[in-house]
């Protein structure tokens, strides 16, 4: 289905930068350090947020041109965040109840207060590497084959393969074993296609918004919890 239409352009690039800002700010947050040094080495983390801010922008404006996505929908957007808090919920309560069952490593969540600026920053990251740069090239490389697939079916193509990086870097860097890693690529790979519906059917702060919700219950409210009841 495609979205509704968007604000106008001048009004969506705003909040799309706002966001990039916030997320660099949050970045420079000198606490947050180590956090991003683990996934980013020696690379300076507020240039590593701005020039992925930079490749998501440049990935939007091929979306938009491409299969009308959107940064922010008129009229619908309250509606996609309200849809992606619903859906936040119902897999952050998977995931507890898949750590009460397997039981994640005690130091798999950044503690808070380090974790407030390191996830919102890490995440606008997490979308551009794993959503809307595969998602871009993907669409360029299906351009040829749109007669004969059709545009509904190709765009659904490739949300379904972009939906399937994110889960797939997890497994094969979290170190984690059978049945753990089983659980884990299916959740996330549900997290990603779900988001991907959202930016699909809403727009990108719709996207953005469910990830972000799914961190406030995983790595916020139960990350504190869970190291009080489990270790």
Known sequence: MVPAVGWSSRT??????AIVAIAVLLAMV????????????????????LVAGAVGAACLAALRSLDGFEILSRGSTMRGVAVGACLATVLGIAIVIADL?????EDINAPIPQALAFYPSV???????FHLLPLTLILIALLPLRDRLGTHRATWIAITLVAVAEPSFQVLF????????????????????????????????????L????YLYWHLAWSTLRLKLLF
């Open 30 to 49: 000198p606490a947050t350090a180590p956090y991003f040094a683990w996934l980013f080495g020696e690379l300076n983390p507020p240039v590593v947020v």
């Open 101 to 105: 069952v397997f039981r994640y490593p």
């Open 174 to 209: 979290g170190g984690e074993t059978p049945p753990l890693a089983v659980y884990t690529w299916i959740h996330v790979f549900a997290i990603a296609f779900l988001q991907l519906y959202l930016f699909r059917r809403y727009d990108f702060v719709s996207m953005y918004s």
């Open 123 to 129: 995440g606008l990251v997490a979308e551009v590497v």
């Open 211 to 214: 990830r972000l919700g799914y």
């Open 12 to 17: 969506q690039w705003a909040v799309y930068a």
